[in-house]
């Protein structure tokens, strides 16, 4: 079988079949990355972007029984508290892949409640 | 809430004046008012290295020091010695020796590896890995990175890579 390239001119010779192999590969990002001009989700800025902080439970295995988010409510600049009861992450959502095959269940929710 | 107080800073050589909450450390201001990305925050207590900059010709990590402790020092970022071509053949080995992969840790590895070779232009493998000790890499491994250091000390003394 002849392979003829669509474009030949701009091929390089790492474009043939297995060119790879045992090759240094150039990487055309490395000097941006090396004079810090990458660009890294956390460098990125979005209009109107919002933060997001995680608090977790101090103790391991233990049992939430309520959560009081009132006052953090209060604070200027707080958007949303969202706790375990806010989102319905069901277990279903786990199992999410249609006709295959089911995984096994896990055997704990998927997130605390 | 504290009130902002005014600072005037050199950064990169070029003045600098802001207010910054007094709490802001040096590495948020830099990347979150000055937009000097380059500057990374991996571990946001001076353990990982990848927020290291130059105060004053001292390294320091900028997680740990104040926006507010800058006030008329000479701060010099990842972009100010790439743009200066200071570090340029330090770079090339970089790429020379693929010393990076996701390139997160490589402006503090740099900036690191900077001063060590004005402090001791004829270091040794040992000493190189000692002084870069701080900076922690989660991809490559250190291997190519301590390579190309040695390879640049080698290149300055007037020595073959």
């Not at chain 2, 800073?9 to 450390?25: I, K, S, Y």
């Not at chain 2, 900036?111 to 922690?136: F, W």
Request: hydrophobic content about 35%.
């Amino acid at each position: 079988m002849t392979v003829v390239s669509a474009n030949p001119e701009i091929l390089s010779v790492l474009d043939r079949p297995n060119s790879y192999i045992g090759k240094t590969v150039p990487r055309p990002n490395l000097e941006r990355l090396m004079q810090g001009r990458g660009l890294y989700v956390s460098d990125m800025e979005l209009p109107r972007m919002a933060h997001v902080a995680f608090l977790r439970s101090p103790h391991a295995h233990a049992r939430i029984r309520g959560i009081d988010a009132a006052a953090a409510k209060q604070l200027p600049g707080v958007i949303a508290i969202v706790t375990g009861k806010g989102i319905s992450i069901t277990d279903k959502r786990l199992h999410g892949l249609g006709g295959y095959h089911h995984p096994p269940k896990a055997p704990h929710q998927p997130h605390a409640k | 809430m504290t009130a902002r107080i005014q600072i005037s800073l050199d950064v990169n050589g070029e003045r600098v004046d802001a207010h910054v909450l007094p709490r802001l450390n040096l590495a948020d201001f830099l990347r979150e008012q000055l937009q000097l990305t380059g500057t990374h925050v991996g571990c946001e207590h001076g353990v990982c290295g990848a927020c290291t900059v130059r105060v004053n010709g001292e390294i320091v990590r900028s997680c740990l020091m104040l926006a507010v402790q800058t006030q008329g020092a000479s701060v010099e970022t990842i972009e100010g010695l790439s743009d200066s071509g200071e570090i340029v053949d330090l770079q090339a080995a970089f790429r020379d020796r693929n010393a990076l992969q996701c390139g997160f840790c490589t402006p503090g590895m740099l900036i690191a590896a900077q001063d060590l070779l004005k402090q001791t232009p004829d270091p040794d493998r040992e000493r190189i890995r000692e002084h870069l000790s701080g900076n922690y890499c989660r991809c490559t491994g250190y291997q190519a990175i301590i390579d190309a250091v040695e390879t640049t000390a080698r290149v300055r003394m007037g020595r073959k890579p």
